[in-house]
């Protein structure tokens, strides 16, 4: 990867999370974050490992899911460009993970240590504002899948997703989003085509 396509992956970052940083924030965002190519079906991070780096999307989607105890892997999560991956919590516990981080298309991701980034972050004011605006935007996407499966229907929930992943839909496959919506492929298409004969 020559250093044009390198800096276009940065300008991409940026521009998706409308972010300003000024040149030595990024400069030193450069030295620490490398270019990964990842295939579809490929891991980002594996139930039983450590969560040590941290990774940002510039072209792919990606789910987190875990197996539950009869087999079936239950998705929890999605992830597309411009989001950042990692395991939060298998990082502040320092235990190994309970879930799968999986590539759903030929992604790209820019990835560093999340030791590396910590460091770089300490006494730099933009940098701490970007790496708290990534952490926030983990936890509230938690937080409303969460309160969905407490507060809203299975319609209701799905056209939330619809609101909160605008385009994400035909990126996935319907088991997935299933899984994710905690309802059964049948579910959800009965309730496409519900959605499709009220309009």
Do not use: C
């Not at 940083?21 to 270019?35: C, G, Q, V, Y």
């Not at 320092?94 to 590396?116: C, F, G, P, R, T």
Request: proline fraction near 2%.
């Amino acid at each position: 990867m020559n250093t044009n396509d390198y800096d276009s992956l940065w300008i991409n970052l940026f521009k998706n999370k409308a972010i300003s940083l000024d040149e030595e924030s990024i400069a030193l965002l450069r030295n620490i974050f490398k270019p990964r190519v990842l295939k579809k079906e490929m891991f980002f991070l594996q139930e039983g490992e450590k969560s040590t780096e941290i990774g940002f999307i510039i072209k792919g989607v990606f789910r987190s899911y875990y197996m539950d105890k009869i087999g079936n892997d239950v998705t929890k999560y999605f992830y597309a460009e411009g989001t950042t991956l990692f395991s939060y919590l298998a990082y502040l516990s320092q235990k190994e993970s309970m879930y799968y981080i999986q590539a759903l298309e030929d992604s790209v991701i820019l990835v560093a240590k999340i030791s590396d980034f910590e460091k770089i972050v300490e006494g730099n004011y933009q940098l701490l504002l970007f790496y708290k605006k990534m952490i926030d935007e983990v936890l509230v996407a938690k937080e409303e899948h969460t309160i969905s499966f407490k507060l809203l229907n299975n319609t209701d929930r799905y056209k939330q997703f619809l609101t909160s992943y605008p385009g994400l839909e035909k990126r996935l496959k319907q088991y997935h989003l299933a899984s994710y919506l905690g309802i059964t492929p049948v579910s959800l298409s009965r309730i496409r085509k519900n959605i499709r004969l009220n309009k």
